[in-house]
Structures are given as structure tokens and as C-alpha cells.
């Protein structure tokens, strides 16, 4: 099963986050914190490395994708998920002209784990958002809030793919999915 999940807001976070509200989070970004762009101070957020350990234990492959194109700062994220833990598992960025939807797309992904994107416009910046119809068909996308990490997650990688395991997830539009 593969896995991706979304770096920057969902598995990482800029530096003055960490000990801070979720809110305060949001603001420090839209405050335009220096910490925001000094990406190789970067931490995890709650739970995340120990959920993707777990994930990985349990025979998933880790993909992870990041908002970053230039390949010097696509091995400063593969540097922060390293010093952090974090398990195995490549760093993607978009290539020239793609976007996010296109990424994943490209992966071939089972299921994505992302962040609502809620410091930098809201869902339209998702990954979910950005997927054709036709790529909507997979992954099965979870969208978390922003900055609240993958700890509420199930331990079990394959109930990500089952609509409702993850109370947290959204459809790739965003609303949450519909119960039944």
C-alpha cells in the first residue's frame, strides 16, 4: 500500500510552532513568522513520526510530498524527516508546470494523508482539490487540519482507504464524507 503524506502543515512544521496552539499556528503563517521560511528548522508535528512508523511496521510505503520544486530543497526536507525519525521513504516535489493534483497523480498513490491547507487559502491549495475526475477515483484522500498532525489517525495504514476509519478525513472537495 502506498502511502503519501503531505510534509509542509501536515507531517512538518516551521520551528515557533512547536508549544504553541493550533490557531496560533495558523497566524504565525499568515503573520509571515521568519521561522516560516527557514525550512531546515523545521519539527514535526504531533504524533507524526511515531504514526508513520507505525504505518510502515504494518507494510505501508512512505511517499512523501513536498510544496518545494528546487532539488536543494528537496534534500533539505529529506535532511528534516531524517534528523526527526521519520521512516524511509522518498521526497517529492512538482516538476516544472505540474501541479499538486498532477503529483499525485503521478505517484500512483493508494491513499494521501494532507493538511487543509487553512494558513495559505483553504482546500482549493489541497492536493485533494487539485486531482482530475479521473484521478479522483484514487487515492483516497484524508485532509486534516492544519498543523495537528497524524497521532488521531488510525494505527492500521489500510483503514485509511475505508470512508469514515479516519474521523477526521474529507473528500477531495473537502466536505466531509457523507455517513451511512
Do not use: N
Not at 60 to 88: N, Q, T, W
Request: net charge negative; glycine share 10%.
Amino acid at each position: 500500500m502506498k502511502v503519501g503524506v503531505f510534509l509542509h502543515g501536515t507531517a512538518i512544521m516551521h520551528a515557533t510552532a512547536a508549544g504553541v496552539g493550533r490557531d496560533e499556528r495558523v497566524q504565525q503563517v499568515r503573520r509571515r513568522d521568519p521561522s516560516v521560511r527557514e525550512f531546515t528548522s523545521y519539527v514535526p508535528t504531533p504524533g507524526t513520526a511515531v504514526k508513520l512508523a507505525a504505518w510502515q511496521q504494518q507494510g505501508a510505503s512512505l511517499i512523501y510530498l513536498s510544496s518545494h520544486r528546487r532539488p536543494e530543497d528537496l534534500r533539505a526536507d529529506e535532511a528534516v524527516i531524517r534528523r526527526h525519525g521519520f521512516p524511509e521513504g522518498p521526497v517529492h516535489g512538482r516538476a516544472e508546470a505540474e501541479d499538486y493534483g498532477a503529483l499525485v497523480e503521478r505517484l500512483g498513490l493508494d491513499a494521501l494523508v494532507e493538511d487543509d491547507c487553512e494558513s495559505i487559502g483553504g482546500t482549493a491549495q489541497t492536493c485533494a482539490a487539485q486531482l482530475t475526475v479521473a484521478g479522483r477515483q484514487s487515492p483516497r484522500c484524508i485532509v486534516l487540519p492544519e498543523f495537528t498532525g497524524l497521532a488521531a489517525l488510525p494505527d492500521d495504514p489500510a483503514a485509511l482507504l475505508t470512508p469514515g476509519e479516519a474521523a477526521t478525513s474529507k473528500d477531495a472537495d473537502g466536505a466531509a464524507p457523507a455517513s451511512g
